[in-house]
């Protein structure tokens, strides 16, 4: 494969833009190499600088669930950005977005649009200590909720101990008002809460993980960590931010029945365009500034062109049948994977939730990040580079997500599950 381009693009980018990306795994770190530079996206199929074509499993991570440059979505764009692309005053579209995410996600009653995950993230944790009047917060090891500092921690030593911070420029006392338990584990999850609890505002989780690879929550998880929070009067938060309008079009609090206080929202309701929201209870929402006390704040908040091209991707995706559809191709496409690791005889635990996909390469089942942790990466490295020879595009990083969309047509499955047949082999 040539990356000749690719790669002259990359050393300049370098000298001027730290590791030369805008947000570190785009960077290969994990499978080694140097990255491509995408030229255009267009449906499934991404070309980059040197001509070669990818069917792609990425999907800038998430938003693009209509594939790239849909054409209606593309229309709303270019119609918004021809009225001017930010007002810094509201505008109608924005209520019209809002009325698409309060009639969709069932909990929530206002939600408030922001600019990223990150943005909604945080600015719904200073909302939750605002309203319970409390300060700690728990996460669980393996969920990313953005980059925001109180997030950025992880567990100490022993699961008496408070969060240290996971990265450099954090300060101690922050991270300290982070308590972290593993996914899908009530009964330290159940301790941590009893010790903690007058000091917890609330929980954040992902009802299903997408950013330690895919791993869905076991049976009793979610309704379970309902029915404690409410107990101890801790709020109870869903980062919705991957699984919105993908894993189900209310997400997977609609697809698992289980109703958090507050819900995050970001990647797919801007269909490609930069955007955030949170929103919950209205009882809640209303302490948020100018109703209530609690300031946040944002010059391109409701942006205009972000908002319609959100509007724009959540009327396709209400059509009937969209998400019957998206089923039927990532069961097709699992089951394609699990079979092609298997007359190879790969150790590959494959899990699934709707079109979020995951395949560690481990011959254990994976629940939380410490099983996650247990896969082979130089597997995952080798396979990653194979798929891309064969022309797919799949996460680079066995901890991510392989996502499909609308667009995934099934002879580009097919091609997808011989090119593994292939990769799979070579392992
Ligand atoms: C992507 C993601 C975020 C961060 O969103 P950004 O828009 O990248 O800031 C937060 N939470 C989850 C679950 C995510 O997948």
Redesign the pocket.
Known sequence: MKTTKSRALFNAAKKIIPGGVN?PVRAFKSVGGDPLFIKKGKGVILEDVDGNYFVDYVLS??PMILGHAHPSVLKAIIKAAKRGSSYGAPCHDETELARLIVQAVPSIEQVRLVN??????MSAIRLARAFTKRDSILKFEG?????ADHMLVKAGSGIATLGIPDTPGVPKAFARQTLTAPYNDIITTEKLIQKHAKDLAAIIV?PVA??MGVVPPSDEFLPWLRMITKKYGILLIF?????GFRVHFGGAQARFKVMPDLT?L??IIGGGL?I?AYGGRKDIMQMIAPAGPVYQAGTLSGNPVAVAAGIETLRQLKKPGVYKELERKSKAIAEGLGEAAKEARIPYYQTRVGAMLGGFFSGSPVTDFASAKKSDTTKYAIFFHGMLRNGVYVAPSQFEAMLLSTAHSDSKIKHTISAARKVFKML
């Open positions: 947000s991570w998430g990223s995950g990150t943005e909604a993230v969920c990313y909720h953005g980059h992902e997408g950013n980062d919705e931010v991957i699984t995050c970001g990647k930069p955030g």
